[in-house]
């Protein structure tokens, strides 16, 4: 049933919808990172001013980093953008060639307003085999702009977050993700330096180059405190400042980041 008061909708929309988009998000996004995809950040976005709804109230998306992209369309901008009227889709934009406009391409998963988070992989997943063929190019309606807005805000609530949360993730959709994202690339560290895979490898490095992958590691260390692999980049960057240039033997002396690897798996272990 549409709310026709403007007081009506303000109640059902203030402080709601852009919170409920925004955990959606981020449980999709936890799917993803779950699935080892490199998710970069989330956006959501909900306003109840008719004067600045143009084709929909509220919206969210999920960036990838510009790799990922470049592995899928070339150079184009792609990422995974929910609209408040149509669900799902993966976009695309080409930027301006010569007297020509950027140019915008969409493929629908045409799943409904608000899919699960594992149909929403799936959809990712067909978009990485085929970009061009996945889902459909017919654009959905499942509603206008400023209905059914109770029922939305219900959706939401299917993707809050629960007990395994922190507080501060239960509080704030965007810390919520952070964190995901650092516990996820905190296991992808751990799952690699653990792996058993310990060939010595001949790489050639200018010194320019490892300085920046310390300081790189350091950013790591100072940004991911609660949850991300702040510990794993800090023994990381001190194994490979111990290491002599030349001594190949001394990758046999320090690797600190990997006996921590294979400790913390080990008490993972002991705890299942």
């Known amino acids: 049933m549409r709310e026709t008061t403007k007081d009506a ?6 402080g709601k919808p852009e919170t409920g988009v925004g955990h ?20 959501a976005y909900a306003t109840d001013d008719e004067s600045m709804i143009d084709d929909n109230d509220i919206e969210g998306s999920i960036h990838f980093t510009k790799a990922f992209q470049l592995s899928l369309n070339g150079p184009a901008e792609s990422f995974l953008h929910w609209v408040g009227t149509s669900g799902w889709c993966y976009r695309t934009i080409n930027g301006p060639t010569g007297a020509d406009s950027p140019s915008d391409h969409a493929r629908w998963l045409n799943a409904g307003l608000l899919p699960s988070p594992d149909r929403v992989a799936a959809f990712v997943s067909a978009v990485r085999v085929d970009p061009d063929a996945a889902g459909s190019g017919e654009r959905p309606h499942y509603r206008t702009p400023c209905d059914q807005l ?11 977050p629960g007990a395994g949360h922190t507080p501060l993730a239960q509080a704030d959709y965007e810390h919520r993700f952070v964190e995901a994202q650092g516990a996820a690339y905190r296991d992808r560290a751990l799952r690699a330096l653990a792996s ?3 060939r010595v490898l001949f790489l050639p490095i200018r010194h320019s180059e490892l300085r920046a992958l310390w300081d790189l590691l350091e950013y790591t260390e100072v940004i991911a405190p609660l949850t991300g692999p702040h510990d794993l980049a800090q023994s990381l960057a001190q194994d490979l400042t111990l290491r002599t240039p030349g001594d190949h033997r001394s990758v046999q002396r320090h690797f600190r980041a990997r006996l921590l690897a294979v400790e913390q798996g080990d008490h993972h272990d002991q705890h299942m």
């Open 9 to 14: 909708r303000g109640k059902s929309f203030k």
């Open 24 to 43: 959606y998000m981020a449980a999709v996004a936890e799917r993803l990172l779950a699935d080892g995809l490199p998710v970069a950040s989330i956006y």
């Open 150 to 160: 109770n029922e939305l805000a219900a959706g939401f609530g299917r993707f809050a």
């Open 196 to 198: 058993g895979d310990d």
